[in-house]
């Protein structure tokens, strides 16, 4: 991965194509995780193989299944910084505790267009703000050194915002 200047523009450029697309798919995976999908939706299939012979019963029948996954144009994986989740007054964060009720009202974000994306180098944070008023805020955990956010467009490159606010780039295939 490339380093990049240290400036707002370079993530504004690298998100102009999000712009205008609707936000879906928000949910939470394990730990803090958040996954957002943008775009048009896909279907990813991979097909069944064989698995290695010292692989164990689960991961030889995981092998021989199809395995089928919907997927935004552009996904984006939140991990391990904090985010937040606001609207209407409604706020859903990373440090609150995950409930079936809590991923439920995560859902109640999906269906935005993304209207700006804004970076602070200062504090290192990301701002997304939708048409119908909602926020996506993503910061750092100053306790890991790592990246705190991966997008990717589908066939193209994978931006990283790293913890201590250093952009990457990787050009993909």
Request: one cysteine or more; proline letters at 5%; a negative charge.
């Amino acid at each position: 991965m490339q380093s990049l200047p240290n400036d707002p523009a370079n993530i504004t450029d690298a998100c102009q194509a999000i712009i205008g697309q609707p936000v879906w798919g928000i949910h939470q995976g394990h730990g803090t995780a958040l996954f957002v999908e943008f775009g048009d939706p896909h279907l990813i299939v991979r097909e069944p193989y064989k698995a290695l012979s010292n692989a164990n019963e689960k991961m030889r029948r995981r092998a021989a299944q199809r395995q089928i996954t919907l997927s935004g144009r552009w996904s984006f994986l939140v991990f391990p910084g904090t985010w937040l989740l606001q609207q209407d007054g409604l706020s859903i964060g990373s440090d609150d505790v995950q409930t079936v009720e809590r991923d439920a009202r995560l859902s109640e974000f999906n269906g935005q267009y993304l209207e700006t994306v804004a970076f602070d180098p200062a504090a290192i944070e990301l701002r997304f703000t939708f048409d119908l008023g909602a926020t996506m805020i993503i910061g750092h955990n100053p306790e890991i050194d790592d990246e705190l956010l991966l997008f990717t467009p589908k066939g193209g490159r994978t931006l990283g915002l790293r913890s201590d606010g250093i952009l990457t780039m990787d050009i993909g295939a």
